[in-house]
Structure formats: structure tokens, C-alpha cells
């Protein structure tokens, strides 16, 4: 016996397939939080305290601040930063500042050039404010003689 399929007897059975609930719709995947990261606390100092720019600058760091599951920009959000500089160790306190995010969650501070310590050119950055469960990061410069570095939070509700 031989069974002969048309074009519209498949076109058909591919469509009932299809609105039978074995294909699901695309859906937009959450956006995960960020984790700490191992060494991202060393030497964090609560409370340090906002300010226009730490020692004489000449350093950008920046990036953004966006909410887990929707990822919407976070303003008004607290992110305190502290590194081993030219012009002093990331232990001392005027090695410490911290900045607020703008209306598209993006902050910005510029501070004097980071150097390496312990081999590697690193910044320290932390979210602790208490509205969202506190990040500690340690993003690692590529190159000593980069002139900026970006750090990313995705913040989970405390």
C-alpha cells in the first residue's frame, strides 16, 4: 500500500503540530543578578562618601545599574569605589569615594590611575545601600596603562 501525501495534507499536519502546544512562543529571558566576586570585599570600608571625583583623577570608572528579572535602569542607586592608585593604596581612605547612578542607572567617578597590586591593575566596587542584596565586584584591567574600566551590577531584591 502506498500513501501519498499532498502539499496541503502536510502543510495542514505541520499546522496542527505547530497549535498543538509542542512548539512553546519565544519568550524574553529574565535578566540573572549579579553575583559577588571572590576578593571583591577586601578592604571595603562602609559609608565611604560620595564625592565628585577621588584624589586628582585622570581615571574613569563607570558603568550601570539595572534590577534582576526585567532588567530596568536603576536611578538613584549608591555605588561605592576604592582601588591601589598612584595615589595611594586601596587600604587608605582617600582611596575610597562613592558615586550615585543617573536616571538611566549609569554611574561615572574619576579617580587617579590605578595601578597594580598584587600583580594585578583591579578596581573594587560594592552596591550596599540595603534596597537590594549587596555586590561586591573586582573587575581586572586588561592592560596597567588603561585609562578607564566598566563594572556592571544586576540587583536582586534584598
Partial sequence: MTILLHRRTFLAAGGSLLTGGLVAPARAAAVAATPSMAG?????MPGAPILPRIGKGGFIMSGTVRRAGDGKPLAGQRIQIWAHTVEGYETDQR???????????????????????????HAHLAYDSGQFKTVFLRPVMRSPKETSLEAHFVLEQA
Fill in 40 to 44: 571583591g570585599s577586601n578592604n571595603y
Fill in 95 to 121: 582611596s575610597h569615594g562613592a558615586t550615585l547612578t543617573d536616571e538611566n542607572g549609569v554611574f561615572r567617578l574619576e579617580m587617579p590611575q590605578i595601578i597594580p597590586a598584587f600583580g594585578q591593575a
